[in-house]
């Protein structure tokens, strides 16, 4: 442990929505560690998912800087993003964004079909508890076990960053419980580093750091030692 | 093989907007038909005639002629290029078919008993060859044959230079000379009433007074002979010997004829599934926009999952391609389909030995390369836009439509356009390219039916010209020939006959510098009671005193205008030859035509009052009387009845028509239900929250569907005018393509054929706008309004 995988520097994002423009991000410095699971604490409009957002290479800073281990993310251009997304990082997200057309397996393969050394789609999805709901559409399975598709989908590369955007948000609280589970499996199992964003406070009780931003600034960074287990947590 | 799982989403995908994809393929799989029917009718009909020419050895040149010696054979085959040639006697007769009311004609030609003919050799399909010494056997064509249920040994009787004689048909034959075969002056083959009839060279030579001499020639000619320097030394050798002018390959009638049909064939071969295609790749383009902005979340998951864009881009590229693989394969088997229904009109008008239907490879890689270019094209804008959008960006739901009042609505239009009305145009405005695409689709389907209908008006309209404006008669005679005045007025006596005016007809070639052309100048009496000169308006000409009067196309084909000189030189009598001024020109719906002042024609050919035939208006209930006695005269080398041309006519065109309407209409159909279906369908799926609100709000299902039928009605009320123009003008097109030397065809559109085709295409409208309202009823309030954008 200890070794920083993201080091950031100075990260600002301003959006053009319309004619309204808007600051996203203002001088965000912050550095994760490799194998920490990391809580993103903010209330809505604080930040949070455009910051993973360019941790993740699916946008890019207006100014500053993202280093993933030595490679400068900021200076990278549109194919080494996508070739980063592809070797490096697994996203969740809210709303799943599963492929409705394909079936639970077959959204895992989407993505172990394009991966260098991946694990079987199958045992991805038992990693998460899903491996009776094999052939599943998105839309015969429940929410959280939507979710669990879109984790096992997320793993299934064997990441080194595993970037969970309001993983549990949609969900209500035992459902939330059986995915916040699938996560801290796959961090002490696999050892990947996770990233989750939340406006939950409960769920900072279950990570080894907490970082709190409020629009657009980082306001509090606090590593813990004493991890509770998700279902010993307090919503 | 594993499909991939992004091929598995693609198939998915394409299947759960199967309507929408469908009606996309049906109309690329009628462009697609479009072309392979006429691409392969093009490739089967040429190859065909190719082989045919070939095995048959059919002649380069042919050359009419009064008489010559046969030793003037000689000097025909040491023209250079010439490699092998036939003289022959040729002579029209007047058949006494008993089953039929009007005179039957045919053209006698003579063949060699002892070998087969070196140039244009027959195709025997039954029975065997004339045998020597038996000089009433004959050979006689398909077509007439089969039209008159003959059989072989029946007999055939035929007034043969005045004497009656019966032939006995023992075989059955075909030529490539008369692949179409139609009696002279006439516009639709009849092959009841005229047929060729092939005849011992000794037998048909003594009969015209031949013996030792011939009337027609036809040449083969070596390779790389010039036909042109032939045509030249034959028209000096024959000249003396009343020559009426040789012509190359490309001006015999037959072949002429097929190969105006294969130009067409080409001509629209391109023309119309280019347009088809375009029209399915705009709606293809819009439907792919909208299915892809649909799949905004599912392009930001594939990128956020590492795939790069030319991955997606290509996913969703093969969207198009794999439509357009499917409009392929139904147009491939739909176009051959069509090309056997054409394929079996055209064996009814050309006699091939075999003329069979088939689909070359290079049509069906022709097809499909031009499919997947244009699906391809189509689909690539909608795909790009999508694809371009940066990831984190098409996370996020689509910015709310910005939608503005538009320039229409002014306060006065406002206040009678309400709220659905307002939302219609709105919603219009706000993607004209979308509309524009919609309006050009429906439009082409309006031209597409337009175009068939306008032909059975174009058809009633040269109709009208040219049996009641300007050939007034019921019954046409003529003579073997020329006769003075005693035979007309021989003929005024005849059972039935009311009035007749004589004719006289005058074959010339007709020069002006280096050009010219073929014809016969017809004399026309002061006041011509029947035959009179229109145009193409069927507006009577006056005769100017003196000069002569061209057909406007003559005059083209001439490069001459109004004022000019033009050479006549007179192919029959004295054979003189005048320099006569150009003193009319008319616009009329003939091909090569012109025109003198009876009086001055007889001067011009040094004659008295000669006719070569007369024009007769009759009493209808005595024409099976005048009929048999015309039959049994033997001056009259040919009759025609107005009422069986006429019938005739209308028989030939209700085929020809009957089938290219049906196709017009089917693709008309396809395309107008295709394009406003998919119209009906992006906006049910872009708007079904926004009705479903509606409907939450309280308005009733009747309400919302005018929302969305008021869109669609104004697509396909704006696209009538547009339509309308744009067919039009592609008939106009059409009738110029095939605006020839022989005839043309009036372009006159009717309000009917505009009605029609209105009609028409609102019908498809509203049964597929009927199709999408019924989805409209099902929809699912809550759902709509729980799915997030």
């Known amino acids: 442990m200890s070794e920083p995988l993201f080091q950031i520097r100075d990260l600002a994002k301003v959006y053009r929505m319309g004619e309204v423009e808007v600051h996203a991000l203002r001088q965000v410095t912050l550095s994760l560690d490799e194998g920490q699971f990391v809580v993103l604490l903010g209330p809505s409009g604080s930040g949070k998912s455009t910051l993973l957002n360019i941790i993740g290479g699916l946008d890019v800073p207006t100014s500053g800087q993202v280093l993933y281990r030595d490679s400068d993310l900021t200076q990278a251009d549109e194919s080494t993003l996508t070739a980063y997304r592809r070797e490096h990082v697994g996203f969740v997200f809210q709303f799943y964004n599963l492929i409705p057309s394909l079936t639970a397996v077959e959204n895992v393969a989407l993505v172990t079909e394009i991966s260098a050394s991946p694990m079987a789609p199958e045992d991805a999805l038992r990693l998460v508890k899903l491996d009776e709901r094999l052939d599943h559409f998105p839309a015969q399975l429940s929410g959280g076990e939507q979710q669990r598709v879109a984790i096992a989908r997320a793993i299934a590369k064997r990441p080194s960053v595993l970037l969970c955007d309001e993983p549990t948000g949609a969900l209500d609280i035992s459902t939330g419980i059986v995915v916040l589970e699938a996560l801290q499996t796959v961090n002490t199992e696999l050892g990947t580093t996770t990233v989750v964003i939340t406006h939950n406070a409960a769920i900072a009780s279950m990570a080894d750091r907490v970082v709190r931003l409020a629009d657009g600034r980082v306001t509090m960074v606090e590593d813990r030692t004493q991890k509770l287990a998700p279902q010993e947590l307090n919503w | ?789």
């Open chain 2, 1 to 789: 093989m594993r499909l991939s799982a992004l091929n598995r989403k693609l198939l998915r995908d394409l299947w759960s907007m199967k309507g929408q994809a469908f009606a996309i393929a049906m109309v690329v799989a009628a462009g697609v038909a479009v072309y392979v029917m006429y691409q392969s009718t093009f490739a089967s009909l040429s190859e065909t005639r190719r082989a045919y020419y070939e095995r048959q050895r059919f002649g380069h040149v042919f050359a009419s002629l009064k008489r010559a010696p046969q030793r003037i054979a000689a000097d025909i085959a040491n023209i250079p290029g010439v490699s092998a040639l036939e003289t022959r006697v040729v002579s029209g007769v007047t058949l006494d078919l008993e089953e039929l009311d009007e005179p039957a004609g045919a053209q006698l030609v003579s063949i060699p008993a002892n070998r087969r003919p070196r140039v244009n050799d027959l195709f025997v399909r039954r029975g065997r060859w004339i045998e020597p010494n038996r000089p009433d056997e004959i050979l006689a064509s398909e077509g007439f044959v089969i039209a008159n249920g003959l059989e072989l040994g029946d007999r055939v009787p035929a007034v043969i230079n005045g004497r009656l004689r019966r032939l006995t048909i023992v075989g059955v034959a075909l030529s490539p000379e008369y692949v179409y075969s139609i009696r002279p002056g006439e516009l639709v083959p009849d092959d009841r009433r005229y047929g060729i009839l092939w005849m011992d060279e000794k037998a048909l030579a003594a009969a015209f007074d031949m013996e030792g001499g011939f009337n027609d020639v036809t040449i083969a000619l070596s390779p790389g002979a010039s036909s042109e320097e032939v045509v030249a030394a034959l028209d000096r050798i024959l000249e003396p010997y009343g020559g009426r002018g040789a012509i190359p390959r490309a001006l015999q009638l037959s072949h002429w004829t097929v190969e105006n049909e294969l130009s067409q064939l080409q001509s629209f071969g391109f023309l119309l599934p280019m347009i088809f295609l375009i029209v399915a790749s705009f709606i293809l383009n819009v439907a792919l926009t909208r299915a892809l902005a649909l799949q905004r979340p599912q392009i930001a998951s594939l990128k956020a999952l590492g795939y790069g864009n030319v991955a997606i881009g290509w996913h969703y590229l093969k969207w198009g391609l794999v439509i357009g693989a499917i409009g392929v394969a139904i147009g491939v088997a739909g176009g051959a389909s069509l090309g056997t229904m054409i394929i079996d009109l055209y064996n009814v008008y050309f006699r091939f030995p075999e003329l069979r239907f088939t689909v070359p490879l290079r049509v069906v890689v022709g097809a499909t390369t031009l499919t997947f270019a244009s699906a391809g094209a189509g689909a690539f804008g909608a795909v790009v836009r999508a694809v371009r959008i940066p990831p984190a960006e098409a996370m996020r739901p689509e910015l709310p439509a910005r939608y503005r009042r538009t320039f229409l609505e002014t306060p006065l239009v406002s206040r009678y356009l309400g709220t659905a009305g307002r939302m219609v145009l709105r919603n219009l405005a706000r993607h004209p390219f979308r509309a524009g695409a919609s309006i050009f689709g429906i439009s082409f389907a309006v031209a597409i039916l337009m175009i068939g209908l306008v032909f059975t008006d174009a058809t009633d309209r040269l109709i009208q010209t040219q049996f009641w404006e300007a050939e007034r008669q019921d019954v046409t005679v003529n003579f073997t020939e020329p006769r003075s005045s005693a035979a007309v007025h021989a003929l005024a006596r005849l059972p039935g006959v009311v009035a007749i005016e004589p004719q006289r007809t005058v074959a010339v070639r007709v020069r002006a510098g280096h050009r010219e052309r073929y014809l016969a100048v017809s004399g026309i009496p002061p006041a011509p009671r029947f035959k009179r000169i229109v145009d193409r308006n069927g507006e009577p000409i006056r005769l100017p005193p003196g000069g002569v009067v061209l057909s406007q196309t003559l005059a083209n084909a001439l490069g001459i205008s109004l004022g000019d000189i033009v050479t006549l030189e007179v192919l029959e009598g004295r054979r003189p030859t005048r320099r006569v001024e150009v003193t009319g020109l008319v616009d009329d719906l003939l091909g090569l035509s012109a025109y003198m002042d009876l009086a001055a024609l007889h001067r011009l050919m040094q004659e008295g009052d000669v006719t070569t035939g007369a024009l007769m208006l009759i009493d209808t209930a005595q024409e099976p009387k005048l009929s048999a006695t015309l039959k049994e005269t033997p001056a009259v080398a040919g009759t025609g009845f107005k009422r069986a041309v006429l019938r005739r006519f209308r028989e030939v065109l209700a085929a020809n028509l009957g089938l290219s309407i049906f196709i017009n209409l089917l693709f008309a159909g396809v395309i107008a239900f295709g394009v406003v279906y998919n119209a009906a369908r992006i906006s049910l799926s872009e708007r079904s929250r926004e009705l479903a609100s509606l409907r939450v709000l309280g308005f009733t299902r009747a309400e919302i569907s005018l929302i969305l039928m008021g869109e669609l009605a104004l697509l396909t009320l704006v696209s009538l005018p547009v339509g309308g123009t744009f067919g039009y003008s592609l008939a106009a097109l059409m009738v110029g393509s095939i605006d020839s030397e022989v005839y043309r065809f009036p372009l006159y559109v009717s309000r009917q054929a505009v009605a029609w085709s209105f009609l028409g295409i609102i019908g498809a409208a509203l049964v597929s706008g009927l199709i999408v309202r019924r989805k409209l009823d099902g929809l699912d309030l809550i759902a709509v309004l729980k799915i997030r954008e």
